[in-house]
Protein backbone atom coordinates (compact mmCIF):
# COMPACT_ATOMS: atom_id res chain seq x y z
CA UNK A 1 0.00 0.00 0.00
CA UNK A 2 0.94 3.33 -1.11
CA UNK A 3 1.56 5.29 1.96
CA UNK A 4 -0.22 9.00 1.60
CA UNK A 5 2.99 11.03 3.42
CA UNK A 6 4.58 9.83 -0.18
CA UNK A 7 2.07 10.58 -2.57
CA UNK A 8 1.57 13.84 -1.60
CA UNK A 9 5.13 14.60 -1.21
CA UNK A 10 5.97 13.23 -4.69
CA UNK A 11 2.36 14.91 -5.95
CA UNK A 12 3.81 18.51 -4.78
CA UNK A 13 7.01 17.86 -6.18
CA UNK A 14 5.46 17.35 -9.87
CA UNK A 15 4.05 20.36 -12.54
CA UNK A 16 1.63 18.13 -13.44
CA UNK A 17 -1.74 18.44 -12.35
CA UNK A 18 -2.84 15.39 -9.45
CA UNK A 19 -6.13 14.19 -8.14
CA UNK A 20 -5.26 11.65 -5.06
CA UNK A 21 -7.84 9.18 -4.50
CA UNK A 22 -8.84 7.86 -1.06
CA UNK A 23 -11.22 5.47 0.29
CA UNK A 24 -11.66 5.11 4.13
CA UNK A 25 -14.15 2.74 5.71
CA UNK A 26 -17.53 3.93 5.17
CA UNK A 27 -15.97 6.96 3.75
CA UNK A 28 -14.19 8.26 0.31
CA UNK A 29 -12.28 11.37 -0.73
CA UNK A 30 -10.03 13.61 -2.98
CA UNK A 31 -7.14 15.55 -2.30
CA UNK A 32 -6.78 18.09 -5.69
CA UNK A 33 -2.68 19.11 -6.13
CA UNK A 34 -1.81 21.79 -9.02
CA UNK A 35 0.98 24.31 -9.58
CA UNK A 36 2.73 22.09 -6.54
CA UNK A 37 -0.18 22.91 -4.02
CA UNK A 38 -3.18 21.14 -2.93
CA UNK A 39 -5.88 23.17 -3.79
CA UNK A 40 -9.02 21.05 -2.92
CA UNK A 41 -10.04 18.64 -0.86
CA UNK A 42 -13.19 16.88 -0.49
CA UNK A 43 -13.94 13.92 2.30
CA UNK A 44 -17.55 11.97 1.54
CA UNK A 45 -19.12 10.60 4.52
CA UNK A 46 -22.63 9.13 4.91
CA UNK A 47 -24.33 12.44 6.91
CA UNK A 48 -22.08 14.62 5.65
CA UNK A 49 -19.35 16.01 3.11
CA UNK A 50 -16.12 17.49 4.47
CA UNK A 51 -14.41 20.35 2.58
CA UNK A 52 -10.64 21.29 1.85
CA UNK A 53 -8.60 22.27 4.77
CA UNK A 54 -11.18 19.97 7.39
CA UNK A 55 -11.58 17.19 4.57
CA UNK A 56 -7.35 17.11 4.29
CA UNK A 57 -7.00 17.36 8.02
CA UNK A 58 -9.69 14.40 8.55
CA UNK A 59 -7.71 12.10 5.83
CA UNK A 60 -4.45 12.34 7.18
CA UNK A 61 -5.77 12.26 10.86
CA UNK A 62 -7.27 8.68 9.35
CA UNK A 63 -4.22 7.87 7.09
CA UNK A 64 -3.56 4.34 9.19
CA UNK A 65 -7.44 3.45 8.18
CA UNK A 66 -6.76 4.13 4.38
CA UNK A 67 -8.17 0.98 2.50
CA UNK A 68 -7.22 2.48 -1.41
CA UNK A 69 -5.38 5.09 -2.55
CA UNK A 70 -4.74 5.83 -5.85
CA UNK A 71 -3.28 8.77 -8.16
CA UNK A 72 -3.75 9.90 -11.55
CA UNK A 73 -3.89 13.36 -14.10
CA UNK A 74 -6.24 15.92 -12.76
CA UNK A 75 -9.09 15.53 -15.90
CA UNK A 76 -11.20 18.64 -14.58
CA UNK A 77 -10.05 22.28 -13.33
CA UNK A 78 -10.18 22.40 -9.46
CA UNK A 79 -11.15 25.87 -7.85
CA UNK A 80 -7.98 26.58 -6.00
CA UNK A 81 -9.99 26.93 -2.67
CA UNK A 82 -6.61 25.72 -0.13
CA UNK A 83 -2.93 27.21 -1.73
CA UNK A 84 -1.44 24.78 0.33
CA UNK A 85 1.65 24.20 -0.40
CA UNK A 86 4.85 21.77 0.73
CA UNK A 87 5.57 24.01 3.79
CA UNK A 88 1.76 24.07 4.25
CA UNK A 89 1.41 20.37 4.32
CA UNK A 90 4.41 19.79 6.74
CA UNK A 91 2.65 22.29 9.33
CA UNK A 92 -0.29 20.01 8.85
CA UNK A 93 1.38 17.03 9.25
CA UNK A 94 3.25 18.28 12.21
CA UNK A 95 0.13 19.14 14.26
CA UNK A 96 -1.38 15.47 13.72
CA UNK A 97 1.69 14.08 14.79
CA UNK A 98 1.40 16.18 17.77
CA UNK A 99 -2.20 14.78 18.17
CA UNK A 100 -1.65 11.32 17.68
CA UNK A 101 1.97 10.65 19.24
CA UNK A 102 4.30 7.49 19.64
CA UNK A 103 3.65 7.36 15.29
CA UNK A 104 6.98 7.17 13.06
CA UNK A 105 8.19 11.00 12.43
CA UNK A 106 7.35 12.36 9.18
CA UNK A 107 10.47 13.98 9.30
CA UNK A 108 12.79 11.68 8.05
CA UNK A 109 10.59 11.20 5.02
CA UNK A 110 10.23 15.22 4.54
CA UNK A 111 13.90 15.87 4.36
CA UNK A 112 14.48 12.78 2.10
CA UNK A 113 11.49 14.37 -0.21
CA UNK A 114 13.00 17.92 0.03
CA UNK A 115 16.48 16.31 -2.30
CA UNK A 116 14.36 16.12 -5.37
CA UNK A 117 12.74 19.44 -5.50
CA UNK A 118 14.31 21.71 -8.69
CA UNK A 119 14.87 25.07 -6.49
CA UNK A 120 17.16 25.53 -3.50
CA UNK A 121 16.18 25.71 0.12
CA UNK A 122 17.25 26.64 3.60
CA UNK A 123 15.62 24.02 5.99
CA UNK A 124 15.23 25.72 9.60
CA UNK A 125 14.87 22.98 12.20
CA UNK A 126 13.78 23.55 15.68
CA UNK A 127 13.75 21.53 19.28
CA UNK A 128 13.89 22.34 22.41
CA UNK A 129 17.64 21.20 22.85
CA UNK A 130 18.40 22.65 19.44
CA UNK A 131 18.65 24.89 16.33
CA UNK A 132 19.51 23.54 12.67
CA UNK A 133 19.68 24.60 9.02
CA UNK A 134 20.18 22.60 6.06
CA UNK A 135 21.18 23.78 2.86
CA UNK A 136 19.95 22.19 0.10
CA UNK A 137 21.26 22.88 -4.01
CA UNK A 138 21.04 20.97 -6.83
CA UNK A 139 19.33 18.21 -5.06
CA UNK A 140 21.91 17.87 -2.68
CA UNK A 141 22.63 19.11 0.94
CA UNK A 142 26.04 20.99 0.66
CA UNK A 143 26.38 22.57 4.59
CA UNK A 144 24.04 22.25 7.92
CA UNK A 145 24.27 24.64 10.96
CA UNK A 146 23.74 23.14 14.45
CA UNK A 147 23.08 25.48 17.32
CA UNK A 148 22.97 23.66 21.11
CA UNK A 149 21.05 25.64 22.77
CA UNK A 150 21.99 24.01 26.23
CA UNK A 151 25.96 24.51 25.72
CA UNK A 152 25.55 27.45 23.06
CA UNK A 153 28.11 25.37 20.62
CA UNK A 154 27.80 25.58 17.33
CA UNK A 155 28.99 23.42 14.49
CA UNK A 156 28.59 24.00 11.02
CA UNK A 157 29.46 21.07 7.69
CA UNK A 158 29.27 17.15 7.97
CA UNK A 159 29.37 17.53 12.18
CA UNK A 160 26.57 20.10 12.42
CA UNK A 161 24.53 17.27 9.70
CA UNK A 162 25.64 14.23 11.91
CA UNK A 163 24.37 16.41 14.94
CA UNK A 164 21.25 16.93 13.31
CA UNK A 165 20.66 13.45 12.09
CA UNK A 166 21.29 12.05 15.77
CA UNK A 167 18.51 14.18 17.00
CA UNK A 168 16.29 13.88 14.47
CA UNK A 169 13.51 12.74 16.76
CA UNK A 170 13.43 15.50 18.95
CA UNK A 171 13.15 18.01 15.99
CA UNK A 172 9.50 20.19 16.50
CA UNK A 173 8.93 22.09 13.53
CA UNK A 174 10.77 22.45 10.56
CA UNK A 175 10.32 25.78 7.73
CA UNK A 176 11.39 26.20 4.31
CA UNK A 177 12.55 29.52 2.95
CA UNK A 178 14.47 30.11 -0.74
CA UNK A 179 18.23 29.94 -0.56
CA UNK A 180 18.71 33.96 -1.82
CA UNK A 181 22.32 33.81 -1.20
CA UNK A 182 24.79 31.49 -2.38
CA UNK A 183 26.42 28.86 0.09
CA UNK A 184 29.62 27.91 0.28
CA UNK A 185 29.78 23.71 -0.27
CA UNK A 186 31.32 22.08 2.61
CA UNK A 187 30.26 19.07 2.27
CA UNK A 188 27.75 17.01 -0.65
CA UNK A 189 25.13 14.53 0.13
CA UNK A 190 22.72 13.00 -1.85
CA UNK A 191 19.51 10.66 -1.98
CA UNK A 192 21.14 7.57 -1.61
CA UNK A 193 23.82 8.86 0.70
CA UNK A 194 21.59 10.51 3.24
CA UNK A 195 19.16 7.51 3.13
CA UNK A 196 22.15 5.53 4.22
CA UNK A 197 23.11 7.97 6.76
CA UNK A 198 19.36 8.04 8.52
CA UNK A 199 19.24 4.23 8.48
CA UNK A 200 22.63 3.91 10.38
CA UNK A 201 21.57 4.48 13.86
Known amino acids: MLEIEKVLFLALKAFHPWEISVKLPESEGAIYVENKMIVAAELKKKNKTLKD ?5 EIIKRR ?19 SCDIYCVMQMLEEIEAITPGEKSWI ?94
Not at 53 to 57: M, W
Not at 67 to 76: S, V
Open 108 to 201: EEFLLNLISLDSNWVVNLQSATFKGKLYLKDRKYIDAYFLDKITKEVFTGKEALNRIVKHRNEIQTAELQPMKEPCQEKFTIGFMDFFELLNKD
Open 53 to 57: FEAFK
Open 64 to 82: KEIEKLDIFPLRNKVENRM
